[in-house]
């Protein structure tokens, strides 16, 4: 089976411009979640989707949205980058339900770097 | 709300000797924990979880770790650590569905 798979996995972007980012989860599963990792900040979780509708949705400022199609596959968008945007996206993908004891699998990561 | 605190940013073993990364946690609810091992410029990868039942849980590569609900503790262990062990570790806990809380992360270095 395939695994979780990011695309791009590195862009450099200059700030006030827009980013997507995208998400292709394992085939079957429902739940896709996206998250952060900075040095500073450690992992922070963004947004969840679950058939096509966002569960879960972290503390990050409206800049940061996402969407999920009805192949399960995802995109995250930041609009307006700022420096402080830079980051690994990481993206993760889980079971059929997306329940609390599912394992999250994730993808490489995409690097963004804010110039 | 819930949190999750790894003792020790970084943590230096030999190669042979016992890796212990530690983790606390707080919940008020039955917690769903889990360990994942990062590699340089590579995504997560699964070492093992907790759910239900047997407290002390296997993983891949060797590794365990025992869910101590007096202690709020998940720590994982591995008895003789091996060069390839060197990464980041990371412990977390499940909160709502697709969101996992993360601890801050372990650096895991293994002197020859």
């Known amino acids: 089976k395939a695994g979780v798979t990011q695309t791009p996995r590195y862009l450099i972007k200059t700030r006030g411009q827009q980013v997507t980012l995208s998400c292709s989860p394992i085939s079957g599963h429902r739940s896709v979640s996206w998250y952060q990792q900075t040095p500073g900040q450690g992992l922070q979780f963004l947004f969840e989707?679950?058939?096509?509708?966002?569960?879960n949705k972290g503390n990050f400022p409206g800049r940061f949205s996402g969407r999920q199609f009805s192949n399960s596959r995802s995109e995250m968008n930041v609009s307006t980058l700022e420096l402080g945007d830079s980051a690994l996206y990481l993206c993760a993908s889980s079971g059929l339900a997306g329940g609390l004891t599912d394992t999250q699998y994730f993808g490489p990561g995409t690097r963004l770097t804010v110039l | 709300a819930q949190s999750v605190t790894q003792l020790g940013s970084h943590v230096s073993v030999s190669e042979g000797a016992l890796v212990l990364l530690r983790c606390n946690y707080s919940?008020?609810?039955?917690?769903?924990l889990f360990w994942y091992v990062q590699y340089p410029n590579q995504g997560l990868q699964l070492l093992l979880k907790?759910?239900?039942?047997?407290?002390l849980v296997k993983g891949i590569n060797g590794f365990e770790a025992e869910f101590k609900k007096s202690e709020t503790s998940f720590h994982l262990t591995k008895p003789s650590a091996h060069m390839s062990d060197a990464a980041e570790y990371f412990c977390a806990v499940n909160n709502q569905g697709g969101k996992l809380i993360f601890g801050q992360g372990t650096e895991l270095s293994v002197k020859p």
């Open positions: 907790y759910t239900t039942g047997a407290t």
């Open positions: 989707y679950f058939s096509e509708t966002q569960r």
């Open positions: 919940s008020s609810v039955p917690p769903y």
